[in-house]
């Protein structure tokens, strides 16, 4: 079965900062990665995702992951922090199974962000 | 393109009493999901649907109905609320199964009493 572990349940940066938010994952094959984050009273949007080949991912809003298959990770980065990043960050992993996909979701990890 | 809309925003419900909850998709996606969240447990899948016609059991599909008679369409359904309930639900719609993108709605805020 696969799941997903985020061991942070909250973190706070100051603006301008840099941001590691951590994922670590359990699955059998190579899985299909993903990070959403969530504003507040908001749907999840995705950030970024990995399906295979190059092991660094951008995504949007200057985020970026990388696939470590040795540690099982895929930790999101950003090099410098905005107040509007404050929100929560689920990481997810998907596989296909049988008919659907089964979204494994993390717990999330709330960020916030002081001036 | 107004993506995955859901309705209502937020409604109370008496112990025993019955709800839909509404999703509508206009990105013509087959596949259909209907999620809930709970503080610090991530989301949960309750049901989800490959297209028109065909759905299925998630994670945590007890107290809850579903059906899909069209492609833009999948409301959630409580027959009997219990405070178990209680939770933010969203739906969400994707292009194919295994990686393809989920896009989700905003959420119904559902509180039981």
């Known amino acids: 079965a696969q799941s997903v572990t985020q061991p942070d349940i909250h973190i706070t940066v100051s603006e301008g900062a840099s941001l590691e938010l951590r994922c670590n994952y359990s699955?059998?094959?190579?899985?299909?990665l993903f990070w959403y984050v969530q504003s507040p009273g908001q749907g999840l949007q995705l950030l970024l995702k990995y399906f295979s080949g190059d092991t660094l991912v951008q995504g949007i809003k200057g985020f970026e992951a990388e696939f470590k298959r040795s540690q099982s990770s895929f930790n999101l980065r950003k090099p410098s922090v905005h107040w509007s990043d404050a929100a929560e960050y689920f990481c997810?992993?998907?596989?296909?199974?049988?008919?659907?996909?089964?979204?494994?979701f993390g717990t999330g990890t709330k960020l916030q962000v002081i001036p | 393109n107004a993506g995955v809309t859901q309705t209502p925003k937020f409604r109370i419900l008496k112990i025993g009493q019955s709800m839909t909850l509404q999703c509508t998709q206009d990105m013509n996606h087959n596949y259909m999901y209907w999620y809930r969240q709970d503080p610090g447990m991530g989301l949960k899948l309750i049901y989800y649907?490959?297209?028109?016609?065909?759905?299925d059991k998630g994670e945590v599909p007890n107290g809850y109905n579903v059906s899909r008679s069209t492609t833009e369409d999948f409301p959630l359904r409580l027959e009997l609320a219990a405070p178990s309930q209680t939770s933010v639900y969203f739906c969400?719609?994707?292009?194919?199964?295994?990686?393809?993108?989920?896009?989700f709605g905003p959420g119904t805020r559902l509180l039981v009493l």
């Open positions: 997810a992993v998907g596989a296909r199974a049988g008919g659907y996909q089964k979204v494994t």
């Open positions: 649907s490959v297209g028109a016609g065909i759905t």
């Open positions: 699955y059998g094959a190579t899985p299909y």
């Open positions: 969400a719609s994707s292009n194919g199964p295994g990686g393809e993108t989920q896009y």
